[in-house]
């Protein structure tokens, strides 16, 4: 079942091409997306992942209220996955648009108008 923490990934990659940050703020910045559930550990799983992979850089940067934190960036080879997510993301919308598109005439037909039309 496709569910939105299967975008995690490419999520993590956009928002690190908008700008570099650290763990806790990503986590912050993926709930307007519906990507994170509470489960943070699966995103700091997923960050050094995609640094393994050569996708994302990281260092350590001072932090004015605690100890220092790590600081990701997106890489070229980040970008270019990033990139590569636009074809499966634009097929996955035109899929889920087709779908749509054939679900709207039966929920129609399962809630009569008011009107008894």
Same mark, same amino acid.
């Given at each position: 079942?496709?569910?939105?923490?299967?975008?995690?990934?490419?999520?993590?990659?956009?928002?690190?091409?908008?700008?570099?940050?650290?763990?806790?703020?990503?986590?912050?910045?993926?709930?307007?997306?519906?990507?994170?559930?509470?489960?943070?550990?699966?995103?700091?799983?997923?960050?050094?992942?995609?640094? *393994?992979?050569?996708?994302?850089?990281?260092?350590?940067?001072?932090?004015?209220?605690?100890?220092?934190?790590?600081?990701?960036?997106?890489?070229?080879?980040?970008?270019?996955?990033?990139?590569?997510?636009?074809?499966?993301?634009?097929?996955? *919308?035109?899929?889920?648009?087709?779908?749509?598109?054939?679900?709207?005439?039966?929920?129609?037909?399962?809630?009569?108008?008011?009107?008894?039309?």
């Amino acid at each position: 079942m496709w569910e939105p923490k299967n975008l995690l990934s490419p999520c993590l990659l956009l928002l690190l091409g908008e700008r570099p940050d650290h763990g806790y703020e990503l986590v912050r910045r993926l709930r307007p997306l519906g990507i994170v559930d509470g489960d943070t550990s699966t995103v700091y799983r997923t960050l050094r992942s995609l640094e *393994r992979h050569g996708c994302l850089c990281s260092d350590w940067a001072p932090s004015g209220t605690g100890p220092a934190r790590r600081v990701y960036r997106i890489t070229a080879k980040g970008r270019t996955e990033l990139l590569s997510w636009l074809g499966t993301l634009e097929e996955t *919308r035109r899929r889920l648009d087709y779908y749509m598109c054939r679900l709207a005439p039966l929920i129609e037909n399962r809630h009569p108008h008011p009107d008894g039309a």
